[in-house]
């Protein structure tokens, strides 16, 4: 293996999108992989793809996701890059990602999971229950707005896109009174303050694979494969397995207001999901726990009963 290792001169090629955070991302999976085996940063090289999700024009108009594409909008120009041969893997947020990778992509590597909480950020309030009704809210997560207006239909949520920076300076332009981040993209760009306020998981049940970093590579890429087992987390594994299971059960695109959440407790596994529609009217909510080896069948298992629960036409306003 040694002999195979990336150096200066060939170095491994790591693809990511460019925002600040998705570039803390790549550093921090180049820095574990360069202290894993050894060597400099050097051999590494980051290469910045710009995807569809990443268009300038659209996030300034807030257009929502639903109406660009899903997922895809934040993976498919890297994937492509990656089955090319240009980059050797891919740095993706887990909960951009879609269930199901393209054919000959692997997803099989995750780095130890940040904070999985959400953050309420505001200058000028401490919580959701200190807004007044008919508060300015800015999100571009459907379950967040879903789960805002399930617990409070007197706000005003708005459309709210863009990166970290982004949004934090759509605040400061008095766009809206408060958003939400989540709290791994705060952490790992040092960003902390008065104004932003970790959100238990009991108050808004984070997206599925919040605060998780993948690695994707090609399947039949055996020398990137050996090298990524060296830093993957197995029980970031272990809980992605059981959410991911739950979200490909239920749906798992953009257009979905899901949320859940896995936690483990040594052999033992707890699940908690949650399903909305995206007006915040209807909610449906479950938890299942069991022996972590059990996780993606949990996860499958609370899907097809919230969907129960929910009814047939549940997801009939999609067709719309």
Same mark, same amino acid.
């Given at each position: 293996?040694?002999?195979?290792l990336?150096s200066?001169?060939?170095?491994?090629?790591i693809g !990511?999108?460019?925002s600040p955070?998705?570039l803390?991302?790549a550093?921090e999976?180049r820095?574990?992989?360069a !202290?894993?085996? %050894? $060597?400099?940063?050097t051999?590494?090289a980051?290469v910045?793809i710009?995807?569809?999700?990443?268009?300038? *024009?659209?996030?300034a108009a807030?257009r929502?996701?639903?109406?660009?594409?899903?997922k895809?909008?934040?993976?498919?120009e890297?994937?492509?890059a /990656?089955?090319?041969?240009?980059?050797d893997? +891919?740095?993706h947020s887990?909960k951009?990602m879609p269930? &199901?990778q393209?054919d000959?992509l692997?997803?099989?590597?995750?780095l130890?999971?940040?904070d999985?909480?959400?953050a309420?950020?505001?200058?000028?309030f401490g919580g959701i229950?200190?807004?007044?009704?008919?508060?300015v809210?800015?999100?571009?997560s459907?379950r967040?707005?879903?789960? $805002? /207006?399930?617990?409070?239909?007197?706000?005003q949520?708005?459309e709210?896109?863009?990166n970290?920076?982004t949004? $934090?300076?759509?605040l400061?332009d008095g766009? *809206?009174?408060?958003?939400?981040l989540a #709290?791994?993209?705060l952490?790992?760009m %040092? &960003?902390?303050?008065?104004h932003?306020?970790?959100?238990p998981?009991e =108050?808004? $049940?984070p @997206?599925?694979a919040?605060?998780?970093?993948?690695?994707?590579?090609?399947?039949?890429?055996?020398?990137?494969?050996e #090298?990524?087992t060296?830093?993957?987390?197995?029980? !970031?594994?272990r809980? /992605?397995a +059981? =959410?991911?299971?739950? /979200?490909a059960?239920l749906?798992?695109s953009c257009?979905t207001?899901?949320a859940?959440l896995? =936690?483990l407790?040594g052999d033992s596994?707890?699940?908690?999901g949650?399903?909305l529609s995206p007006d915040?009217?209807r909610a449906?909510?479950?938890?299942?726990r069991g022996?972590? %080896?059990?996780?993606? *069948?949990?996860?499958?298992?609370l899907?097809? !009963?919230?969907l129960a629960e929910?009814g047939?036409?549940f997801?009939a306003?999609? @067709?719309?």
């Open positions: 293996m040694h002999s195979d990336p200066p001169a060939q170095p491994l090629r !990511t999108r460019g955070l998705a803390a991302q550093h999976t820095d574990r992989l !202290t894993a085996f %050894g $060597l400099p940063p051999a590494f980051i910045v710009k995807t569809t999700g990443d268009d300038r *024009a659209m996030i807030d929502p996701l639903k109406e660009i594409g899903n895809g909008l934040f993976t498919k890297i994937e492509e /990656l089955l090319s041969g240009s980059i893997i +891919a740095v887990m951009d269930v &199901l393209p000959g692997m997803l099989d590597c995750y130890p999971r940040e999985v909480r959400d309420f950020i505001s200058p000028g229950a200190d807004l007044p009704a008919g508060t809210v800015g999100t571009s459907l967040r707005r879903a789960q $805002l /207006l399930h617990r409070r239909p007197d706000l949520v708005v709210f896109r863009g970290l920076q949004r $934090l300076k759509k400061e766009v *809206a009174a408060c958003s939400f #709290m791994a993209g952490n790992r %040092g &960003l902390s303050g008065p932003m306020t970790a959100i998981p =108050e808004m $049940l @997206a599925v919040q605060g998780a970093i993948g690695i994707e590579r090609r399947e039949a890429d055996a020398r990137v494969a #090298m990524l060296a830093i993957h987390d197995a029980p !970031t594994d809980r /992605l +059981a =959410e991911r299971a739950f /979200l059960t749906d798992g257009e207001p899901i859940g896995a =936690e407790d596994l707890h699940l908690r949650q399903i915040g009217r449906f909510a479950g938890d299942r022996s972590v %080896g059990d996780g993606a *069948a949990m996860g499958r298992d899907a097809r !009963t919230l929910a047939p036409d997801f306003w999609k @067709a719309g």
